[in-house]
């Protein structure tokens, strides 16, 4: 195997990079601050045939108790920056989408509110296609950068295969940058909105522990007769249910807890024990919102 490039950790731990802290180290770990050092990494990744593995927040990731065979990405440095250009803002693919919505409310740009109740970075949003409170992100996408081991390419929205939490974006293909097209408005009236949607999300889900971010999809509307994931959940007696150091939250039960000492097989575990009583209730498969890294079972 040739040398990885400068700055490339072995058996880095990655539980301390997700919020649910479990899991195991990485082969390999980088965190690349430019387009040329992400550029350099994932073509090594290739020509030694590594898979690649990314962590932003880490708000919606599991990573499996034996690690990641491969090598493990975290941007910095350019690649987190956020910049106010025109009606819109720039921003690097780890830039927390939380803070590209307070810098467009302090610069005096609105469009993007719904953002500051996201856990992620802006490379994860546009994986996932996350979206909140009634905003949605690829309507403020005007185009993205995204980078793989043969260099950098833009992407208008309508190339990036958005469906319900979803893209297609490949795992080997890394959002690099991202333009978000906004308007002009009053900084106190959309700093005042951004408290607001803070306050909301605090009164309906669990803060302050070891969580990530809804950890089953919304199913389809007419087969749950309106109810989501967490009622769902809820009225299968879910709430308050534990597997080793694993419990759903008695305060959203689409909220999954590590109340101290949880390994990522009791978080499985317990999903699978979530998805068994919906499915018994009311027949019904949750799908998982929550993404995996490493060995275990794929969504």
Known sequence: MSAPPSGTARDYPLARLTTIRTGGPADYFARPGDVDQLEA????????????????????????DAGFRGLVLKLDGELVAIKHVGEGLVSGGGARLPKVAATAAGVGLAG????????GTVGGAVRMNANAYGGELACVLEWVEVTGAGGTERRPPD???????????????????????????????VKALLGDLRDRRRAAQP?????????????????TEGR?????????????????????????????ENTGAASTAD?????????????DAFGVELEYEVALLGGERSA
């Open 41 to 64: 990494l994932l073509r090594w990744a290739e020509e030694e045939r590594l898979v690649i593995g990314l962590i932003g927040s880490g708000s919606n990731l599991l990573v499996a």
């Open 112 to 119: 993007i509110e719904f953002g500051v109740n996201i856990p």
């Open 159 to 189: 190339q990036l295969g958005f469906a319900y939490r979803q893209s297609n974006l490949g795992p080997a293909e890394v959002v690099s940058r991202a333009r978000f097209a906004l308007h002009p408005a009053d900084p106190a009236a």
């Open 207 to 223: 803060s302050g522990i070891k969580t990530f971010g809804s950890t089953f999809k919304n199913p389809d509307v007419a087969a």
């Open 228 to 256: 989501t994931a967490g009622q769902l959940l809820e009225a299968a007696g879910c709430k308050g249910l534990m597997v080793g150091g694993a419990r759903f939250s008695e305060k959203h039960a689409n909220f999954v």
């Open 267 to 279: 978080v499985l575990a317990l999903m699978e024990l979530g998805v068994a009583r919906v499915r």
